[in-house]
């Protein structure tokens, strides 16, 4: 019966060897040295993907604000590739004022400057024709060289941002959008 059971279990001296369990440890750590160099490499780049990410978010609200308010827009004014100013309606209690209108009160009409230069751009509203003065408020900085307007026709302003790389390499995005003025009238 024992010599039945024996033949049963297997070979007694069936196993690993110390030579196959050394050749199968110094495979394990090769194969978790390269497990961890990768996941160290996707540490240290997190934080300038995360800011790159940031950085877009940011500029595409600047340029969506940018291209609303032309879009209401009724004249240009001042067409530059760094400045574009324009008539535009706008729901302040007065122009420059931070003081919202109520919903049921019409808008008014402003002259809005926004001067792109030194990497960063720049809203100024004053009153209607009023081309300087005003109080310049940041809408977006951090922004790198190719940023501007451009005008391919008298109702239509191109706005481009170029956001530059994160880490200072050379990766950067452009992102760019346009608006007709839609209040604009044309004379014929």
Same mark, same amino acid.
């Given at each position: 019966m024992r010599a039945a059971i024996r033949r049963r279990l297997g070979d007694e001296e069936a196993g690993l060897t110390?030579? &196959?369990?050394? !050749? %199968?440890? %110094?495979?394990?750590? !090769?194969?978790? %040295? /390269?497990? #961890? *160099?990768?996941? #160290? @490499?996707?540490? =240290?780049?997190?934080?300038?993907?995360? &800011?790159? %990410?940031?950085?877009?978010q940011t500029a595409r609200v600047a340029l969506e604000r940018i291209t609303r308010e032309l879009r209401n827009g009724i004249s240009v004014g001042e067409a530059k590739t760094s400045t574009v100013s324009f008539e535009t309606y706008v729901r302040h209690t007065s122009? /420059?004022?931070?003081?919202? =209108?109520?919903?049921?009160?019409?808008?008014?009409?402003?002259?809005? =400057?926004? +001067?792109?230069?030194?990497?960063?751009?720049? =809203? +100024?509203? +004053? @009153?209607? @024709? !009023?081309?300087?003065? @005003? +109080?310049? !408020? *940041? #809408?977006?900085? /951090?922004l790198g060289s190719g940023t501007g307007f451009s005008y391919p026709s008298a109702t239509y302003v191109k706005v481009t941002l170029a956001l530059p790389s994160p880490g200072g390499g050379s990766d950067s995005t452009t992102i760019s959008d346009g608006a007709s003025l839609r209040n604009a009238t044309l004379a014929y």
């Open positions: 110390l030579i &196959e369990l050394l !050749v %199968a440890a %110094a495979m394990g750590v !090769v194969l978790m %040295a /390269g497990v #961890v *160099t990768v996941m #160290v @490499g996707a540490l =240290r780049a997190q934080p300038k993907l995360s &800011e790159g %990410a940031a950085n877009i122009c /420059g004022s931070k003081t919202l =209108r109520a919903a049921i009160e019409p808008s008014i009409k402003c002259q809005v =400057r926004y +001067t792109c230069e030194s990497g960063s751009c720049l =809203r +100024t509203e +004053t @009153g209607p @024709g !009023v081309l300087s003065g @005003g +109080t310049p !408020v *940041t #809408v977006v900085s /951090g």
